[in-house]
């Protein structure tokens, strides 16, 4: 009797103790590319270059934007058609805001891709709450270009719009969690800045090069810049310049105490 007591007692302590953590956890899937669902400790949702339809990464199975649910916020790192992707359609199917660099903004905002209402237009070290108290969003630098390729809907014509300067975002959950999406980039010395100011717990690196960072760069920015405990390597493989792999980034790495983590398409990933 005595035995079923203490086990009753100790199945009830851990549903109270563990229980409620396990429902708080940071889920990140991946589409491919630098496309992410971010589901924070909160259950807010938070998309990330949301390049789905047209990437030949994530499979089809997840294409039909309205089987992602809920979306509360959208951020977007740069103007290049791999990021901004379904940035317009998920922000009128969602009514979500959208936060972005505050001049590729008013390029959204006139063209009336993203209704005004809707956009966050912010700038580099001025975080900001979009969803509240819990969750901070702060822009970082990004060595990169950016800029607007749009076709206009009537004519088919494509015309280039400004894109502002390209950025990473630090995105700092609840818990205190800090997620650095790098967005495209290149390795920049500021990367220490990053790594020692904001300590990201996780950062979200390219490493397909020609357009970004190829793996060696990575790791010499995971090594001697960033020193983030855990890397998930994206922008890789989805198209034929991106040539860099994960094997190239850990080998790269060698010993360094980084935990490299790789996903595959449509995964999602808990922490
Ligand atoms: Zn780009």
Redesign the pocket.
């Known amino acids: 009797m005595n035995t079923i007591k203490r086990l009753i007692t100790s199945v009830v302590l851990a549903v109270g103790v563990f229980g409620l953590g396990a429902a708080h956890a940071v889920e990140l899937q991946w589409f491919g590319q630098s496309a992410f669902k971010l589901t924070t400790p909160g259950g807010k949702v938070i998309m990330i270059d949301p390049f789905i339809t047209k990437n030949p990464k994530t499979p089809e199975a997840l294409k039909d934007l309205s089987k992602l649910g809920k979306i509360d916020l959208i951020v977007v790192t740069?103007g290049?058609g791999?990021?901004v992707g379904d940035t317009a359609k998920l922000a009128e199917m969602s009514g979500a805001k959208v936060a972005m660099n505050a001049d590729m903004g008013h390029t959204f905002g006139t063209l009336g891709l993203v209704p005004y209402k809707q956009l966050v237009r912010f700038n580099k070290s001025g975080p900001i709450k979009p969803l509240g108290d819990g969750i901070t969003i702060t822009m970082v630098r990004a060595e990169?270009?950016?800029e607007l390729l749009h076709a206009d809907p009537a004519t088919g014509k494509k015309t280039l719009y400004p894109g502002g300067e390209?950025a990473g975002y630090i995105i700092e959950l609840e818990n205190g969690y800090k997620i650095y999406h790098a967005?495209?980039t290149g390795v920049f010395a500021d990367m220490a800045f990053i790594g020692s100011y904001y300590q990201p717990d996780l950062a979200l690196l390219p490493i397909g090069g020609h357009?970004?960072m190829d793996p060696a760069h990575a790791a010499y920015a995971v090594k001697n810049l960033l020193k983030t405990k855990t890397v998930i390597p994206i922008h890789y493989g989805t198209f034929p310049p991106l040539k860099g792999t994960p094997e190239q980034f850990k080998t790269a790495l060698g010993d360094f105490p980084t935990k490299v983590i790789v996903m595959q398409p449509g995964d999602a990933q808990k922490f």
């Open positions: 740069h290049h791999d990021h990169h270009s950016s390209p967005g495209d357009f970004t």
